[in-house]
């Protein structure tokens, strides 16, 4: 079966602290890996993807394929980026459908 | 304007309710899925569809049943509820290229 594995469910961090939300996927052929934030209140937000390569509102995610981790890094945090965040990973078939970790809830105090 | 809506937002029902959850989208995708979100697990895949002929099951279809009535529709029906179905439901669409938009979910309480 293909896996997405959070090991924290939750993250505690003070303003300004660097955090980094860990992502580990069951390994099987190639596949695209993406962050999704759900902030309170609100719907589930693609955050980034792996295949893009860009950096939104500071976060970065880099694909290491030995270690099939897909770990949400950002140097300093914001009060703001308190919020759900769900790692998740294409399951390799042709509807490329995701499957999602269990989430990990970050919270950025002042 | 919300791109996929979701109704209703919150629902209350009785253990043996038949329930129905409606979606609906503008983004023209043609995939559509169902979840649920519980805390700790995540979201588990419910039902998809990928054209209006097309339904397929997900990781725990077992209770729910779902109608694709057209592109831009998919709805997802408990033909009859039990507690253990309380949680939060989300629709989704995707394109081809795997990026899926949410809708705002249906929290959904069976007492």
């Known amino acids: 079966a293909q896996r997405v594995t959070q090991p924290e469910k939750l993250l505690s961090v003070f303003k300004g602290a660097p955090v980094e939300l860990k992502c580990n996927y069951s390994?099987?052929?190639?596949?695209?890996l993406f962050w999704y934030v759900q902030y309170s209140r609100q719907r589930l937000q693609l955050l980034l993807r792996?295949?893009s390569r860009e950096s939104i509102k500071g976060f970065t995610a880099d694909l290491n394929k030995g270690e099939t981790s897909f770990h949400l890094k950002k140097p300093f945090a914001q009060e703001e980026d308190s919020a759900m965040y769900y790692c998740?990973?294409?399951?390799?078939?042709?509807?490329?459908?995701?499957?999602f970790g269990g989430g990990t809830r970050l919270m950025v105090k002042p | 304007d919300a791109d996929v809506t979701q109704t209703p937002r919150n629902r209350i029902t009785k253990t043996g309710k038949r329930i129905m959850l409606e979606c609906s989208q503008t983004?023209?995708?043609?995939?559509m899925y169902w979840y649920r979100q519980d805390p700790g697990l995540g979201l588990q895949l419910i039902y998809y569809?990928?054209?209006?002929?097309?339904?397929n099951k997900g990781e725990i279809s077992d209770g729910y049943s779902v109608s694709r009535q057209a592109q831009a529709k998919f709805s997802l029906s408990l033909e009859s509820a039990i507690p253990n179905q309380t949680a939060l439901y989300f629709c989704?669409?995707?394109?081809?290229?795997?990026?899926?938009?949410f809708g705002s979910g249906t929290r959904l309480t069976v007492v």
């Open positions: 989704a669409t995707s394109d081809h290229l795997g990026g899926y938009t």
């Open positions: 390994y099987s052929g190639s596949p695209e």
């Open positions: 792996h295949i």
């Open positions: 998740a990973r294409s399951t390799n078939n042709a509807g490329n459908m995701l499957t």
């Open positions: 983004k023209g995708h043609d995939r």
């Open positions: 569809s990928f054209d209006v002929k097309d339904i």
